[in-house]
């Protein structure tokens, strides 16, 4: 038998997958800088329009916080760049003063939407970017041919926003510090406009706009909370796992395919961390996308169960479902040849991966099935229900 764990994780061995997916230095620097100078435009042009454009009875200042991928700390290199792009998604938060009923007033989410891509013109203008309106949740700014960042806009109420920011203050909490994802002082973030981690968790009622002028109920902090309570539980191999599957489908679907937090979801509800053994709990996890993908999928600990998180039609779903088991398959085969067939195990990996799984046989070492049998799953105890962040329990 053979362990095909090196193949994806080699203690910082640049041929492994999970080096190779890892986006660069200078990539990152791009994308932040890029979303500091948004964050910097629209605080200024966004406060200025509030009452002038969008009616506010005086001027408020838009915060601002970085979510999805690189919150979550699973983005990845795209497969195939372009057409595949690097995002940031990067969240803009307008407290609002007026609420009709459970959400912010009708009119205002087309005046807000097209104020902020308007401005976001001037920017790219400057800036020789290129504005992407075809997203109907976010605006979205191309800085490159491989990166864009994704500004999803939302509101709040004001003295929400008053309120958690007070508190925020005088919560110790605030002073310790998140190894899951990047925090700061308070005061820290707030002079850019940017909050801390903590104060979103404290944050309700809020709505994003859409282009068509309306208003929707969604807060991408309840993934993220619920994740970091699942990468809590079952180690950090669960976010290798999920950006292995991401290389995976980013291989296997120039566009479309599962998206990240469907496959996140799904390999978090029944995860099974193997110490030293990223192939095992890949193995695993594709199993798992395979059962589930044909499938809606709810999740409780998130939202009570209200979205359904996969959005492929029933012909895609088979289709992906059908996908996963030939990589859970293959990944299963691989780990059963013989030290002769090496070669083999790795053409079989680079079927599902492509050429970002490296041709170095010396990254699959021979494994016995005994050992393999042996090998104790490495959990850690789960947090108590008060102490996690997303406030339920996955079952």
Same mark, same amino acid.
């Given at each position: 038998?053979?362990?095909?764990?090196?193949?994806?994780?080699?203690?910082?061995?640049?041929?492994?997958?999970?080096?190779?997916?890892?986006?660069?230095?200078?990539?990152?620097?791009?994308?932040?800088?890029?979303?500091?100078?948004?964050?910097?435009?629209?605080? @200024?042009?966004?406060?200025? *329009?509030?009452? #002038? $454009? %969008?009616?506010?009875?005086?001027?408020? +200042?838009?915060?601002? !916080?970085?979510?999805?991928?690189?919150?979550?700390?699973?983005?990845?290199?795209?497969?195939?760049?372009?057409?595949?792009?690097?995002?940031?998604?990067?969240?803009?938060?307008?407290?609002?003063?007026?609420?009709?009923?459970?959400?912010?007033?009708?009119?205002?989410?087309?005046?807000?939407?097209?104020?902020?891509?308007?401005?976001?013109?001037?920017?790219?203008?400057?800036?020789?970017?290129?504005?992407?309106?075809?997203?109907?949740?976010?605006?979205?700014?191309?800085?490159?041919?491989?990166?864009?960042?994704?500004?999803?806009?939302?509101?709040?109420?004001?003295? @929400?926003?008053?309120?958690? *920011?007070?508190? #925020? $203050? %005088?919560?110790?909490?605030?002073?310790? +510090?998140?190894?899951? !994802?990047?925090?700061?002082?308070?005061?820290?973030?707030?002079?850019?406009?940017?909050?801390?981690?903590?104060?979103?968790?404290?944050?309700?009622?809020?709505?994003?706009?859409?282009?068509?002028?309306?208003?929707?109920?969604?807060?991408?902090?309840?993934?993220?909370?619920?994740?970091?309570?699942?990468?809590?539980?079952?180690?950090?191999?669960?976010?290798?796992?999920?950006?292995?599957?991401?290389?995976?489908?980013?291989?296997?679907?120039?566009?479309?395919?599962?998206?990240?937090?469907?496959?996140?979801?799904?390999?978090?509800?029944?995860?099974?961390?193997?110490?030293?053994?990223?192939?095992? *709990?890949?193995?695993?996890?594709?199993?798992?996308?395979?059962?589930?993908?044909?499938?809606?999928?709810?999740?409780?600990?998130?939202?009570?169960?209200?979205?359904?998180?996969?959005?492929?039609?029933?012909?895609?779903?088979?289709?992906?479902?059908?996908?996963?088991?030939?990589?859970?398959?293959?990944?299963?085969?691989?780990?059963?040849?013989?030290?002769?067939?090496?070669?083999?195990?790795?053409?079989?990996?680079?079927?599902?991966?492509?050429?970002?799984?490296?041709?170095?046989?010396?990254?699959?070492?021979?494994?016995?099935?005994?050992?393999?049998?042996?090998?104790?799953?490495?959990?850690?105890?789960?947090?108590?229900?008060?102490?996690?962040?997303?406030?339920?329990?996955?079952?």
């Amino acid at each position: 038998m053979l362990s095909l764990h090196k193949l994806f994780k080699n203690d910082g061995n640049p041929t492994s997958l999970d080096e190779v997916i890892t986006p660069s230095a200078a990539q990152k620097r791009a994308l932040m800088d890029a979303k500091n100078d948004i964050r910097d435009h629209l605080r @200024k042009t966004i406060r200025e *329009a509030t009452v #002038s $454009v %969008l009616g506010m009875p005086h001027m408020v +200042t838009p915060r601002f !916080r970085t979510q999805g991928s690189w919150a979550y700390k699973t983005c990845i290199k795209g497969a195939h760049l372009p057409p595949q792009e690097m995002d940031w998604d990067f969240g803009v938060y307008l407290p609002v003063t007026a609420w009709e009923d459970t959400s912010p007033p009708r009119a205002m989410a087309r005046l807000y939407f097209e104020f902020v891509e308007r401005s976001l013109a001037d920017l790219c203008e400057q800036k020789g970017w290129v504005l992407d309106n075809s997203n109907k949740r976010c605006a979205r700014v191309k800085i490159s041919d491989w990166g864009h960042v994704d500004l999803p806009l939302y509101a709040a109420p004001e003295d @929400k926003f008053r309120d958690v *920011a007070e508190k #925020s $203050v %005088l919560d110790s909490s605030m002073k310790r +510090t998140n190894h899951l !994802r990047e925090n700061a002082s308070l005061e820290e973030f707030s002079e850019k406009g940017e909050m801390p981690n903590d104060f979103w968790v404290l944050m309700d009622e809020i709505h994003v706009a859409k282009r068509d002028g309306t208003w929707q109920k969604s807060d991408p902090e309840q993934v993220a909370n619920w994740f970091d309570d699942r990468v809590t539980e079952h180690t950090d191999q669960l976010r290798r796992v999920c950006r292995y599957l991401k290389a995976w489908r980013d291989y296997n679907w120039e566009s479309g395919g599962p998206t990240s937090v469907l496959i996140m979801i799904i390999v978090s509800k029944s995860f099974l961390a193997i110490r030293g053994r990223d192939d095992l *709990a890949l193995e695993n996890a594709a199993a798992d996308l395979a059962k589930r993908l044909a499938d809606d999928v709810r999740e409780v600990g998130i939202d009570l169960g209200v979205e359904d998180f996969n959005r492929l039609s029933p012909a895609d779903r088979i289709v992906a479902s059908q996908k996963a088991k030939e990589l859970q398959q293959a990944i299963y085969n691989s780990r059963h040849y013989g030290p002769g067939l090496v070669g083999k195990a790795i053409a079989n990996m680079q079927a599902h991966f492509g050429d970002r799984i490296s041709n170095d046989a010396s990254l699959v070492v021979v494994d016995n099935a005994a050992e393999v049998r042996s090998t104790a799953a490495a959990r850690v105890a789960a947090p108590a229900v008060g102490a996690t962040k997303a406030g339920w329990r996955s079952k």
